[in-house]
């Protein structure tokens, strides 16, 4: 996820340091100063935005839906704090050889694995959910779905769960994005009938034929694989080195308003997931509710969206006629804004940018256009798609990824047509 730095006195920057690399320890951490009487504004409006969205929610529709939208602000404050990058990661990989961001990802990959496979193989669920993998078809759908969504990632400036932390912490390009985004994901699900047809295969899911444990242990090994790989990868290449991570100097201090390591907001957000799965019975994802936000808009507009063939879909037929704030995916996404709010906000870091160049604008509205019907295309995002697969043991998690870094060649090809950089040997972490 690669969005402008927050402007304010405590904006960490995305430098993974720490992370299966020698973390230097001479540099200076600088302490983060008192919050000037300015910044306490947006503070008082993000948390009373989040105790009263809690209050209502869990008044309005029970306790369920108010648990996953207190794991929404969670995940926001542990993505803006951490700065947890999937678009930026894949960006430096395929750019200079930097592998750091990826050996990142397969953390929180074993992690939410690890989880997985315990609360599956065991059936353990919450408010009477049943806990069930992320299974994916496979087939041109999720290649070239995933593919585009990558290319949407690089102009765009963010993945999934990045569009919804920035947008959080003020960043206004990403805002933009977010538009994007939620057209895009609309527009497929509109044009449905145009797509749905694509060959593809039945999901491919591990547990199914050598069980959970065998599931687990075929998906760390294969991650392990990836750290290797990536480390030689990077040893060859030789890219740019990533300097410290700067923050707070108490660990209280550190973990409200600081910076993260990347191992930790890996940890954190595995966890999140998990209690995500628990309490719903499906994996944490993003992506349907921009498609249930566009197509609602377009209800109020006057149109008829419950005549589209996707909305006739099992299950998605009840996602629309049911209230917005009672949808899993939806609790959860506005959680995550305003989870990402309320830190950047405690880091006195909130601020709207302005300024943006008009080749920026166009880039944020097209990546997420495509961003947004990529994910239909491919059944999900770089969080319910590539995440939760490959943590479900579905191949196609894997699948997913592979092609989500050729469409980030691609992406990294279009960049400089609008005026966006890429990382160059010598430049540092963009």
């Known amino acids: 996820m690669t969005t402008a730095p927050p402007a304010g006195p405590a904006a960490p920057p995305r430098a993974p340091a720490g992370l299966f690399t020698p973390s230097p320890t001479s540099a200076p951490?600088?302490?983060?100063p008192p919050l000037p009487a300015i910044r306490r504004m947006p503070l008082a409006v993000a948390g009373l935005l989040a105790a009263a969205l809690?209050?209502?929610v869990w008044s309005a529709h029970g306790a369920k839906p108010g648990v996953l939208l207190l794991l929404g602000l969670g995940l926001g404050v542990a993505l803006f704090h951490s700065r947890f990058g999937f678009t930026s990661a894949w960006r430096q990989l395929v750019a200079v050889g930097n592998g750091t961001g990826l050996r990142a990802h397969t953390l929180l990959l074993g992690t939410t694995a690890t989880?997985?496979?315990?609360i599956i193989g065991t059936g353990t669920g919450l408010f009477g959910a049943q806990p069930a993998p992320s299974g994916g078809s496979l087939g041109v759908g999720l290649v070239a779905g995933s593919a585009l969504f990558a290319v949407g990632m690089q102009l765009g400036g963010a993945c999934a769960s990045g569009t919804l932390f920035a947008v959080g912490s003020g960043q206004t390009s990403v805002v933009l994005t977010l538009g994007g985004f939620i057209a895009g994901a609309t527009l497929a699900a509109w044009q449905f009938d145009l797509w749905k047809d694509l060959p593809a295969w039945d999901?491919?899911?591990l547990s199914d034929h050598i069980g959970w444990f065998g599931s687990w242990a075929v998906t760390i090994a294969a991650l392990l694989l990836v750290v290797f790989v990536s480390r030689r990868v990077q040893a060859r290449r030789n890219p740019p080195p990533l300097g410290p991570v700067p923050?707070?100097?108490?660990?209280a201090v550190r973990a409200l308003r600081g910076s993260w390591p990347l191992a930790a907001g890996a940890l954190v957000l595995s966890v999140l997931g998990a209690g995500v799965l628990l309490v719903s019975g499906g994996a944490w994802g993003v992506t349907s509710a921009f498609s249930l936000w566009g197509s609602e808009l377009v209800g109020a507009l006057g149109g008829h969206p419950e005549n589209w063939t996707w909305w006739r879909q099992p299950g998605n037929a009840q996602m629309l006629a049911g209230p917005v704030l009672a949808d899993k995916t939806t609790l959860t996404d506005v959680g995550i804004m305003i989870g990402a709010a309320v830190a950047a906000a405690l880091g006195g870091t909130w601020a709207l940018h302005r300024g943006i160049p008009w080749r920026t604008a166009v880039a944020s509205v097209l990546?997420?256009?495509?961003?947004g019907v990529g994910a239909r295309l491919a059944g999900g995002c770089n969080i319910g798609a590539y995440l939760a697969g490959i943590a479900s043991g579905s191949l196609s998690g894997w699948v997913w990824g592979a092609f989500a870094l050729a469409g980030t060649w691609v992406g990294l090809k279009l960049r400089p047509l609008f005026g966006l950089?890429?990382?160059k040997p010598g430049d540092g972490v963009c």
Not at 115 to 118: G, I, M, P, S, Y
């Open 247 to 251: 923050s707070a100097r108490t660990a």
């Open 421 to 423: 950089g890429n990382p």
């Open 203 to 205: 999901p491919v899911v």
């Open 54 to 56: 809690t209050a209502y």
């Open 115 to 118: 989880l997985f496979a315990v």
């Open 29 to 32: 951490r600088p302490q983060a």
């Open 367 to 371: 990546g997420g256009v495509l961003m």
